[in-house]
């Protein structure tokens, strides 16, 4: 399969459901896990200042006595089962309370005790189970006793018969009030279900997170008004987090220099009929590394063999001088003031084939420079010399110089980095460069995941690509007789920050 597809693939929507789940629970672990800890807390805090409450029980059987009706043992006993309904309802009633509290002699009133007491009948038996809790274990003990002995006593009152005789029905202890057990609280149990339901809820954090969440983080986040397609997702790497550049002439193999190989076979697919020379990179808002993608572009088709200059653009805040080593103080300004000819301002270096043009001083008005006649005339110029020119031009939403500058290329890379750019502030860059009539020829998403860069040469990556990225310099202006260092470089090894070292003609 060919680069330029396995990155269409990367963001197709028929990636597994299963997947992207396991994507957001990763991105979100740290959520999940402090509304556990946090609920589960909660609960074991509560259960231990919860006061103990104690349980204990008796158990009833009721049978029939010499009902006239009854014709049979079976009818006696379904004649029991059919009361025994009814005297789980008695339980909880004021004389069976009045009548167990007197006699028991416990100081309870009447509606705390019949909070305390609970009656259940198991389906099919005519066994009746009364229950007491209570915070104190002996006052349990003896509240189910005196309930339990007032329930016999008063079912034979209530079952005789008006004419006199035995009872129709009677009430027998079977099991005497047991010594009162702890109940509550569980605290082991609580705790459990504490830690069970904050995960729930994380969960439920995490989804509302994810379905109001704005920042574009996959190439499935992109908004499709966007219309344009990810040509390249480049993987984390904290040298190019830090503003590094890969060295390609290394033969470095990192996720990230495969990415930016992807990208530049991206870019000459991206039409066919005329495959764009002069590329502008831009971004919506600042910090989203556009200078970093704009020299690993233009380094990595250098790699390839192609002549490549990048321009730096940004007559504001320039990057490229810093980063490469070059003078700063000569440059595009120069160039568009009229003060020396275009070759005369171009640095070159002994890396092969890359050649930049640096801002020069700063002007008052950048924008009305780079919408000048003589800007444009200044990138037709580069592109008669140079197989590709690279511009790397200021954010677009804050000023209006990307958008002046990408009506005199063939079309503009735009940068997103996962994590960050908000999909609103993506729509709007995009539209600002559609009202300018400036053709968009993809996007790169930089710092996405490892997950979701798209396919990784695994196994392939050795102590070697540690050494093919180059540390950013420390000094705007580097002199020719102190090269940047190569940042774990082997000796006489070519590196973008020492190539870019000396200045020279155009070519």
């Known amino acids: 399969m060919t680069e330029h597809l396995t990155e269409a693939d990367a963001g197709n929507p028929r990636r597994r459901p299963v997947a992207d789940v396991?994507?957001?629970?990763?991105?979100?672990?740290?959520?999940?896990?402090?509304?556990?800890?946090?609920?589960?807390?909660?609960g074991l805090a509560f259960s231990v200042v919860q006061s103990s409450e104690y349980r204990s029980s008796a158990t009833l059987y009721v049978?029939?006595?010499?009902?006239?009706?009854?014709?049979?043992?079976?009818?006696?006993?379904?004649?029991?089962?059919?009361?025994?309904?009814?005297?789980?309802?008695l339980v909880t009633s004021d004389a069976i309370v009045m009548e167990a509290l007197r006699d028991g002699s416990i100081n309870l009133s009447m509606d705390e005790a019949r909070e305390r007491l609970t009656a259940s009948a198991a389906?099919?038996?005519?066994?009746?189970?009364?229950?007491?809790?209570?915070?104190?274990?002996?006052?349990a003990r003896a509240l189910?006793?005196?309930?339990?002995?007032?329930?016999?006593?008063?079912?034979?009152?209530?079952?005789?018969?008006?004419?006199?005789?035995?009872s129709l029905a009677k009430l027998t202890v079977v099991s005497f009030a047991s010594p009162a057990e702890k109940v509550a609280p569980r605290v082991l149990r609580n705790a459990g279900l504490s830690v069970l339901l904050g995960f729930f809820l994380g969960m439920l954090i995490v989804y509302l997170r994810e379905r109001f969440?704005?920042?574009?983080?996959?190439?499935?986040?992109?908004?499709s008004v966007v219309g344009s397609p990810v040509l390249a997702s480049v993987p984390q790497e904290p040298m190019l987090r830090g503003g590094g550049t890969i060295n390609f002439a290394a033969g470095a193999t990192s996720g990230?220099?495969?990415?930016?190989?992807?990208?530049r076979t991206n870019l000459a697919f991206s039409n066919v009929d005329k495959p764009p020379r002069v590329v502008l990179v831009a971004s919506a808002c600042p910090g989203e590394g556009k200078t970093t993608t704009a020299l690993n572009l233009a380094a990595s088709l250098a790699d390839s063999g192609d002549r490549v200059v990048i321009v730096d653009g940004d007559l504001r805040r320039p990057e490229v001088a810093k980063r490469t080593g070059r003078q700063p103080a000569v440059g595009?300004?120069?160039?568009?003031?009229?003060?020396?000819?275009?070759?005369?301002?171009?640095?070159?270096?002994?890396?092969?084939?890359?050649?930049?043009?640096?801002?020069?001083?700063l002007p008052p008005n950048p924008a009305e420079l780079l919408a000048s006649d003589r800007a444009a005339a200044g990138i037709r110029e580069l592109a008669g010399s140079y197989d590709y020119v690279v511009v790397d031009s200021p954010p677009i939403l804050p000023v209006t110089d990307a958008a002046v500058t990408a009506r005199s290329v063939d079309g503009v890379l735009l940068v997103v980095r996962a994590g960050s750019t908000k999909q609103p502030d993506l729509v709007d860059a995009v539209e600002m460069l559609r009202a300018a009539n400036v053709s968009i020829l993809g996007l790169i998403m930089n710092d996405v995941q490892s997950g979701n860069a798209g396919y990784r040469y695994s196994g392939y990556a050795s102590t070697e690509e540690i050494a093919a990225v180059v540390k950013p310099t420390s000094s705007p202006a580097t002199s020719a007789t102190s090269p940047p260092v190569l940042a774990g470089g082997k000796q006489g090894e070519p590196s973008l920050g020492s190539a870019l070292n000396s200045t020279g003609s155009g070519r």
Do not use: H
Request: hydrophobic share 40%.
């Open 213 to 223: 969440d704005t920042v574009v983080r996959t190439a499935a986040n992109v908004p």
């Open 123 to 139: 389906p099919d038996t005519v066994l009746v189970t009364i229950g007491a809790t209570d915070t104190d274990p002996e006052r």
């Open 332 to 361: 595009l300004t120069n160039y568009l003031r009229g003060d020396a000819k275009m070759e005369d301002l171009v640095q070159a270096s002994d890396f092969p084939n890359l050649d930049v043009l640096t801002s020069g001083e």
């Open 144 to 166: 189910a006793t005196a309930v339990a002995e007032a329930m016999t006593r008063y079912i034979e009152t209530l079952e005789q018969p008006s004419g006199g005789g035995d």
């Open 63 to 89: 049978t029939s006595g010499s009902d006239p009706n009854t014709q049979s043992a079976y009818q006696g006993s379904q004649a029991a089962q059919q009361r025994v309904a009814s005297y789980v309802k």
């Open 256 to 263: 990230a220099a495969e990415s930016y190989r992807r990208l």
């Open 22 to 42: 396991l994507s957001v629970v990763r991105r979100n672990w740290w959520i999940l896990l402090c509304s556990a800890l946090l609920v589960g807390v909660i």
